[in-house]
């Protein structure tokens, strides 16, 4: 997304005891905090040169010497440097490094209040923007939350020696730039269209990389992904790849914000139909289904339809293995999103609208909704 021109941010310049913001100032700052996500999302080369240049231009501002840099290229190999697997270090030295390792270059500055913000005035323009679409939630929880939890997630699979909070520790900031793309976007916009602020230079670096660890005297720094794709909604999303994939080969397949094996993605056409009932979870069987496809699926599972309603139309399948011999599904459609689904339904429900109804707690004489959603 391009940024906003010079002349756009000329006429929202700010001033101290401003009340409200003009139309140009709101239209200039959503346009602005817009781009700065989509340069944190972007996975274009970096400069990484620069990036280091920036960095001990932040560490000159509070007095420090210039730090030791080492680049990690994904978030594992920044959690390695933290792990037991790695250099078998005792839970207490890992504890130690920690705290040897605070307080950090953005602690300083915060401490430093060399933003020169007025607060009046930050709570005019932060405000602003979380009204209108709450846009800072929205991307902290479905992009920032969201890959902390897959890289959580995948660390405890990996079986890796570390203390809980130590590994929540490395996991947040391994991504740490996707969390702090709010405070200093809106810095970056202050020094832009208020006064000068040395948190630029932060702010400036936030944006070339994954996550880091600006310690006093050594800075650990997580290359950016070389793919990212999400979905219109924000959530992590591809059907043709990993939706996150870092330098080193290691991502993650998801699909719609839902992370999914990479047969899911890659190989749906090698779904079984054991793969299929031996799924529990209902979310993971919407997705299974829209790889396959409806009429595959229900060639797969050799289903037989025994009612049409006017809401859905139900299927029987036979299983082998499953205490209740055979299974029913009812197969519905959502009117807001298309999105088709096969649910499963008690085997003494004979009609396809009793079915729907039942998915909603209901009877069908008591379920009449005046309009689907």
């Not at 005891?17 to 970096?46: D, I, K, N």
């Not at 203390?163 to 947040?172: K, P, Q």
């Not at 011999?325 to 009793?354: G, M, N, W």
Request: hydrophobic share 35%; glycine share 6%.
């Amino acid at each position: 997304m391009a940024e906003p021109s010079s002349g756009a941010l000329l006429s929202a310049k700010l001033t101290r005891g401003q009340t409200y913001l003009t139309t140009e100032q709101r239209t200039a700052l959503h346009r602005y905090m817009r781009a700065r996500r989509a340069a944190v999302l972007s996975c274009a080369s970096v400069d990484e040169q620069e990036a280091e240049a920036l960095l001990r231009q932040a560490y000159h501002m509070v007095g420090l010497e210039p730090p030791i840099i080492r680049w990690f290229d994904s978030p594992l190999q920044f959690a390695q440097a933290f792990s037991l697997r790695s250099d078998q270090r005792t839970e207490a030295e890992l504890q130690s490094e920690r705290r040897r390792l605070w307080p950090t270059v953005t602690d300083l500055l915060w401490d430093g209040e060399i933003a020169n913000v007025p607060q009046e005035l930050w709570n005019l323009c932060t405000t602003q923007v979380r009204r209108v679409q709450n846009e800072d939630t929205l991307f902290e929880t479905n992009i920032a939350t969201s890959l902390t939890r897959l890289i959580l997630n995948d660390l405890i699979i990996r079986g890796f020696h570390l203390a809980e909070n130590v590994r929540m520790f490395s996991t947040h900031e391994s991504v740490k730039a996707y969390f702090q793309v709010r405070i200093l976007g809106y810095y970056r916009f202050f020094h832009e269209v208020f006064e000068e602020n040395d948190l630029i230079h932060m702010a400036r670096f936030n944006e070339m990389v994954s996550g880091y660890h600006a310690g006093c005297k050594e800075v650990r720094l997580v290359r950016k992904p070389i793919r990212l794709k999400l979905d219109r909604q924000g959530r992590f999303h591809s059907d043709d790849g990993k939706c996150i994939e870092y330098r080193d080969g290691w991502g993650f397949y998801a699909w719609h914000g839902v992370q999914v094996s990479e047969t899911l993605i890659l190989r749906p056409e090698r779904l079984t139909r054991n793969d299929w009932q031996r799924e529990s979870n209902i979310e993971m069987r919407r997705i299974m289904q829209e790889r396959m496809g409806g009429e595959r699926l229900i060639e797969l599972l050799g289903a037989r339809s025994i009612n049409q309603g006017e809401r859905g139309e139900l299927f029987a399948v036979d299983l082998d293995n499953d205490p209740e011999r055979v299974a029913h599904y009812v197969h519905v459609k959502d009117p807001s999103t298309d999105r088709e689904y096969y649910l499963r339904v008690p085997p003494f429900i004979q009609r396809a609208d009793d079915a729907v109804a039942w998915t909603f707690g209901l009877r069908d004489h008591t379920y009449q909704p005046i309009e689907e959603a």
